[in-house]
Structure formats: structure tokens, C-alpha cells
């Protein structure tokens, strides 16, 4: 029987000629990532164990970037045992705010994710470096710190959905679109324990910035990972941003999935996720119908959609017109080489001559940490990745998850909508 | 591994660990810090009624989202002794084994025991007694290293302790 890309890829990391759904594995590990809110954690673990520094001090990255510039005494308590950690490591991948991103924006532009990697990360998102056909999944801080210490991680090998993506986006219909669509029709523990492998000949279509953002919310389907296959554009990407050697996996053709879905990427629609699941979609034409949604809040940015394509979507809406009277409109480039780019082409000036603040990179209020935390009754839309109760802030304030351009779009009109709507 | 013995505190599908424990807390990795506000967004009367053995029992996909170990350390330093489920998200599912929570899928658990039954589990066998009702489930039984494991403490003690 034929193995998944997924499959694959665990198989050479646990040094075996193949495996199957159901397997129970030990794999080396190419990378094992933290932040500063899960590091601390696996800190205070390694310390406990009886093991002499870490396994290999160029093969872990640390990334503060959830609660950084510090935004509290104990935020900066943690900050400083990460950053005391990785000077007594000597962890080569540290990064300080000032060089740092947020994480699953800045792993991939250094360089330190390439094909056929075996990736963990202590935050559930390290699902996002799928799009680059690595293997990545979120793991907790003990996993972390025993990744840490030893270089290894155990897994069951997980059996797989296949998305068969067809066609090409139309109109304003991005990477956020699809993946809002997918989970809204498998729902939040469709994919659960599973890959999500996205193939067919739609792949081709989608840019590096769409894929990173389809692979990062797989986490939120229930999926193990998301993955896509090496081709051309991230061949490309590959050459611009790591001198690393990988090694590219493909699907056996014979490979058993457990369920396979056709999707037509012409036929989408501008999609949206109420409150309070990822999985509580409707399309534009669906929330027009419904009545229009008020807003007071949105955020652009995110390890979703915090990328500078995300950047120059939403700076093309908003050049030359106003954010509504009243609305709070938050910026968030996710790297400082985005926040640098943006400076580059002109973009920072559209946001702020529109109406929007920028910020420095932080995850800050996708976790309602800060920078746009919401009142009672108040109601965001926002490009990040979960709508749960309290996501944002108060728990009767409400997170629409939507993409950069139905963002910028409902900025400008104070209300959800799309940029046909302008 | 003791039996669990406790009441229930029952929940329904897709509890995220962002109700568990809000990200406004994260600043914290205190354990009875962390407990404090356990369950808060999604019951504000829990960490004022939960007792040491209490048992949680929710639907599908318990633990989902963020991949913050705060939750499940909540959970354990509230005093809870059992969390039931009729699936867990696997992110949770891994970081409660690896600190010593006991967790347990039963989908018929799930679906017939109410809140503030009085709830008995035997992890060797993996049968779950409403006390109560005076009805009994099978959940799966934990294999005899993953009993360890917990009865350890967690991952890392077991790693120390060379087993």
C-alpha cells in the first residue's frame, strides 16, 4: 500500500522504509520552535530533566512575539527566562524583538523550514511550514522541552483527507477564503489527528503567501498538519530565502485517504466565519442577504494573513479612501522585513493617510493579549485564525475571521462587507 | 493508578483552550496562579464550586485550539482527577498525558452522565461508574506505560525516573 506525503516524510524521520496510519513512531526532528508564553514552560521541564544543554543548539528557534515589546512586568519576566535560556544554550535561532516576527511568518523568510523537515513547535500553529512540504505540527511546552533535550518527538503516523484543488481564485478571493471555506464544510474536528494534504492542478495557482496561509489554519479543521506538494513557485521562494539542502516527498499514487474532496477554486466566494467557531461560515453574498453586520474594530495581520501580499491587498483597497468614522482599524505587518517592505512600497503611508494605526510584529490581538483588545458587545473583523468565545477580549465581544481584503473592505464601510461593495 | 472518584462537571462539544484559560492569564506558568481562572470564559461559577476528585466530562473535540499546556496545568491544579470526553483535540490529548492529567474517551459516558453526578473511574479496567444513575461505561483503558507516565507526574519525571 502507498504512503502519503505525510507518511513519507515520518517514515525517513524515524529511519524506516515505510509506515501506516496508526503507526506509532520515534522521529528525528529538523527544528523544535517556542514562543515566549510556551517557552517558559518548557524551560522550567528541561531544567527538571537529567540531561546536559540541549540536543543541538542550531536546530531550535525561539521566538518571542506573542505578549513582545513586553506588555506587562510578568510578560517580561518570561521574556527574560527565554532570553536567558538561549544565551546559556547559545540557541543560534533566538530572535529579539528588533530581528524577531511572529513565528510562522519569520521561520519560513530565514530560511530554517525546507521540505521534508520534521517540525515541532510548542504553539498550534507551526502547521503553517506544510506550505513549504514539510511535515509541522503544534505541540505543548513538555514536548517541546523533550524535543529539546533529545532531538526526538513520538508520533502516531495519521491517515489523511486529500483536498483536490481545480481552477484558479476569482475576483477578491484569496488562500483565507479556501481554508474558511474547507473548515466550514468539514467543521472544526473534521480533520482530527488527519493530514490534510492539498493537491490537484489548482495548487499551481496559489502564491507562497496563500499557501502559508491554507497550511496555518489546517490546526483549525482538528488536523495533525496541512500539507502541499514542491513545485516551481516553492522552488522559487526556496532559492530567495535558504541555502539549506532539502529533499522533496511526493504522494505514492496508490495512497489510501480517507476521505477526498473536489473543490472548484473559481467557484468560492469571499468567505467569512461567525462567532464563535472558524467552522460557522457564510459567504459575502450570504452575510448581504442576512443584513449588514456593524463593526468597530479590525485587524490586518497575524501569522495567517500578516504576510506582504496580505500587506498590498489591503493597502490597494484602502489607497485613497477613509476607514468609516468611529472604526479602529489595527495594521500588523508579522515580520520587520514585511514592516520594511511595506516602508519600501509605499504602503505605510496608505494605511496611516486611511485612517489605520501600524503596529510592530505581535500575534498581540488575535490572542486578545494587546494592541486592540475589545469591550463588551464589541465586534471585529480580523484576518488571524480563531473567533472563540473571548478570543479578542471580553467574552461578549465578537471575532468575524475573514481575509485582508473583506478586512479593508469592512474597515472602509463600517460594516462587513467586500471590495465589489466600494 | 487510584481510581478517580468525583462529581461532574459537564460541558458541551469544541471547549478551546481559550475558554479554559484566556490568553489575559498567560502571563502567568503558576500552576495555582493558572487554577484561579480555570474555566473562567466559559464558567465563572467553577473555580468556586470545583473540589479535589471532581471529574469535567464534555462532548467532542475537548481542548481544541491553542496549543497552550496552561490548560490542561489548569485543569490538574483545580484538583480535577478525570476529564471524559467523547473526542479530545489531539494537541490537548498529548500535553494533559505528558503532565499527568487523566483523560478518558467514552462517547456513551460522554452522552449519559449529567453534571453533579457523583462519577467513579478505574483506569486499570477503564470502566466508568456513574454512582449516581448506578450505570457503567467502558472507556479505553490507558496502557500499563502511559499509567505510569501519569502516575509519575508527567512526562518528565517518568524520563527521570528512567522507565
New interface residues.
Partial sequence: MGMTMTQKILARAAGLESVKAGDLIMAELDLVLGND??S??AI??IE???VDGVFNKDKIALVPD??VPN??I??AE?CKCVREFARKNEITNYFEVGEMGIEHALLPEKGLTVPGDVIIG???H?CTYGALGAFST??????M??GMATGKAWFKVPSAIKFVLNGEFEGDVSGKDLILHIIGMIG??GA??KSMEFVGPGVASLSMDDRFTVANMA?EA?G?NGIFPVDDKTVEYLKEHTKREYKIFEADEDAEYDEVYEINLNELRPTISFPH?PENTHTIDQVHKEGDVKIDQVVIGSCTNGRISDMRIAAEILKGRHIAKGMRAIVLPATQAVYMQCLEEGLLKIFIESGCVVSTPTCGPC???YMG?MAAGERCVSTTN?N????MGH?DSEVYLASPAVAAASAIKGFIACPEDL | MDNAKGRVFKYGDNVDTDVIIPARYLNSSDPAELATHCMEDIDKEFTKKVNKGDIIVAAKNFGCGSSREHAPISIKASGVSCVIAETFARIFYRNAINIGLPIIECPEASKNIDAGDEVEIDFNTGIITDITKGTSYQGQAFPEFMQKLIAAGGLVNFINEGK
Fill in positions: 508564553i510556551t517558559p514552560v522550567h521541564e527538571k530533566m537529567k506573542h505578549f506588555k506587562d510578568k510578560s518570561h510548542a504553539d498550534s507551526t503544534g505541540v505543548g511546552s513538555t514536548d522541552a523533550a472544526v474536528d482530527l489527528y490546526i482538528g495533525k467557531l490572542l486578545g493579549g483588545v480563531r472563540f468565545v473571548g478570543r467574552v
